[in-house]
């Protein structure tokens, strides 16, 4: 796509130095860049809105402005080019599976991963800038409760987790080691989030490991290439997408704050997966042990027609191929063994070295794809009145954090089993999918199967023995209440000394107290028995 995207973005960035424009200024870069209609009602509006308004239109890069509308307005219009003819799959020798590999492999990898994490080489990037309009909320999805039994929300989980892998590095390597959080947020979540963080005390973590930056914002366009007025005197803004990033990344100085904590290795995640792995040691491990520079998890996709990008490469070249730019005949391709041909299906959890992302911020991130996502984006309409549409009415252009991908000098792709690493919370409940109904079922029934690998036996609220590990799923709709806190068990160890032979009423929550209290348990029955 043109540059004027990337025109358009620089103006905005240039937003804090720039100085405010007259009315007059503003008025005629508006008609020559076909958008007179942004000022509509400007004889409506107080003198406080009047300056606010022209602060927000100064602050845009107005001689960009039509080339941005027109050319989101075109990319709307034209059909997704089939890309059949050029795909193929990731060759075997860049791909890594948990469920393919040996024991011993599992083993080295998690314990490279583990190393470097003691050392301090390791951070997180949290991609938070989007906003929850399917789930229906009005803030941040990271606060979201999914109805826990610990009254958990995504972002206390991922939390605990940081904890507790910190814990386990320490603990193997005899290190007090730390794991810098970096939090991505938008316009719309900067505030509510570090406000969120604030009032829980982060959490326990050091509020100087956890870096919060926020991504650009550009207007939203309608489907013939008019700016979208969000108010009498506001513009309809929108994140630049989650391949903001990179920009991000250079305007917030945030890989200069890494290279000072020593940083090399970042695992980059989005908040709304409940069973994400923070800082996964055999993923990292798995990353270096190739020598690469970009990694991506994946999942086998569920069918064929599974809505979700695939893991691939176009005429050699390692990127994600959405589902709707192969036909189905190519999705449906199976090997010798009955496997889906592409079945690598993207999650967006990823490895960078963080040499390769100053790469991409200096050199690569002006060349990267841009896309066309068809939004429902509240209006005024020509009355003033304020509109929620029900059908897409706008164009919001977005990248992608995997547009980066063909820019990987040693590109590698790791597998791992849906049940345990992924499930997104996208919907409100009702949805089939991807809603707080299965992100929650999903996290119990991972609990209930670590328990019963443990050798604890699960009884229901009636008293009956649940079933075995095998028949405990993500799938069931109604899995126990066992929860086990992120602080007890990071991936299911640990757990054995605890629970096993255990009888166990659901619901059940295993807090860190818990288990202090049945390890002190196990102490005291241990020392009777040798009496």
């Given at each position: 796509m043109p540059a004027y995207f990337d025109f358009l973005l620089h103006g905005l960035a240039l937003a804090r130095t720039r100085k405010m424009l007259s009315f007059e200024q503003v008025k005629r870069s508006l008609e020559n860049a076909g958008q007179p209609h942004v000022l509509q009602f400007w004889p409506e509006l107080c003198e406080g809105d009047r300056e606010s308004f022209l602060q927000e239109l100064s602050q845009l890069d107005l001689q960009g402005l039509r080339?941005?509308?027109?050319?989101?307005?075109?990319?709307?219009?034209?059909?997704?080019?089939?890309?059949?003819?050029?795909?193929?799959?990731?060759?075997?020798?860049?791909?890594?599976?948990?469920?393919?590999?040996?024991?011993?492999?599992?083993?080295?990898?998690?314990?490279?991963?583990?190393?470097?994490?003691?050392?301090n080489r390791v951070g997180v990037l949290l991609l938070a800038g989007g906003q929850g309009t399917r789930l229906g909320v009005q803030y941040p999805k990271g606060m979201y409760n999914v109805g826990l039994p610990s009254g958990k929300t995504l972002y206390q989980i991922q939390a605990e987790r940081i904890h507790k892998i910190q814990e386990l590095a320490d603990v193997k390597h005899g290190s007090k080691c730390t794991i810098p959080w970096y939090i991505m947020t938008s316009e719309f979540t900067l505030a509510p989030t570090e406000k969120f963080f604030k009032e829980a005390n982060y959490f326990g973590l050091e509020p100087s490991n956890i870096f919060f930056f926020e991504q650009r914002m550009i207007p939203a366009v309608t489907f013939d290439g008019k700016v979208i007025l969000q108010g009498k005197g506001k513009i309809a803004m929108?994140?630049?997408?989650?391949?903001?990033?990179?920009?991000?990344?250079?305007?917030?100085?945030?890989?200069?704050?890494?290279?000072?904590?020593?940083?090399?290795?970042?695992?980059?995640?989005?908040?709304?997966?409940?069973?994400?792995?923070?800082?996964?040691?055999?993923?990292?491990?798995?990353?270096?042990?190739?020598?690469?520079?970009?990694?991506?998890?994946?999942?086998?996709?569920?069918?064929?027609?599974?809505?979700?990008?695939?893991?691939?490469?176009?005429?050699g070249i390692s990127q994600v191929v959405e589902y709707s730019e192969i036909q189905p005949e190519t999705a449906e391709l199976r090997g010798p063994g009955g496997e889906l041909v592409y079945s690598a299906g993207n999650i967006c959890n990823h490895f960078f070295?963080?040499?390769?992302?100053?790469?991409?911020?200096?050199?690569?991130?002006?060349?990267?794809?841009?896309?066309?996502?068809?939004?429902?984006?509240?209006?005024?309409?020509?009355?003033?009145?304020?509109?929620?549409?029900?059908?897409?009415?706008?164009?919001?252009?977005?990248k992608f954090v995997f547009d980066v991908f063909p820019f990987s000098r040693n590109f590698v792709v790791f597998e791992v089993v849906r049940e345990d690493e992924f499930s997104?919370?996208?919907?409100?409940?009702?949805?089939?999918?991807?809603?707080?109904?299965?992100?929650?079922?999903?996290?119990?029934?991972?609990?209930?199967?670590?328990?019963?690998?443990?050798?604890?036996?699960?009884?229901?609220?009636?008293?009956?023995?649940?079933?075995?590990?095998?028949?405990?799923?993500?799938?069931?709709?109604?899995?126990?209440?066992?929860e086990i806190s992120p602080l007890v068990s990071y991936f299911g160890e640990g757990l054995e000394p605890l629970l096993k032979g255990k009888t166990l009423p659901t619901p059940f929550i295993l807090d860190k107290k818990q288990a202090e209290e049945l390890q002190a348990q196990k102490h005291f029955s241990d020392e009777q028995s040798t009496m």
């Open positions: 080339d941005h509308c027109e050319g989101a307005a075109k990319a709307a219009a034209s059909p997704s080019a089939s890309l059949d003819q050029y795909v193929e799959p990731v060759p075997p020798q860049s791909i890594g599976s948990v469920r393919k590999s040996d024991r011993d492999s599992l083993a080295a990898w998690e314990n490279e991963g583990l190393m470097q994490i003691s050392k929108a994140p630049d997408g989650n391949g903001g990033l990179y920009q991000a990344l250079r305007d917030n100085m945030v890989l200069e704050d890494m290279k000072k904590k020593g940083v090399e290795y970042l695992h980059v995640y989005c908040v709304d997966n409940i069973l994400v792995k923070m800082a996964d040691p055999v993923f990292i491990g798995f990353c270096l042990y190739k020598g690469a520079d970009c990694g991506a998890k994946v999942v086998e996709k569920a069918h064929p027609a599974e809505p979700v990008g695939v893991v691939c490469r176009v005429q070295t963080r040499a390769f992302l100053q790469d991409v911020a200096e050199k690569f991130e002006g060349q990267m794809k841009q896309h066309v996502a068809m939004k429902k984006v509240p209006f005024v309409d020509t009355r003033g009145n304020q509109v929620k549409p029900t059908n897409p009415n706008g164009i919001k252009m977005e997104p919370l996208k919907n409100a409940d009702g949805a089939a999918t991807d809603s707080p109904t299965t992100s929650r079922n999903s996290l119990l029934a991972q609990h209930c199967r670590w328990a019963m690998a443990a050798g604890a036996k699960l009884l229901d609220e009636h008293g009956n023995t649940l079933p075995t590990t095998a028949s405990v799923s993500a799938g069931d709709n109604t899995p126990a209440h066992c």
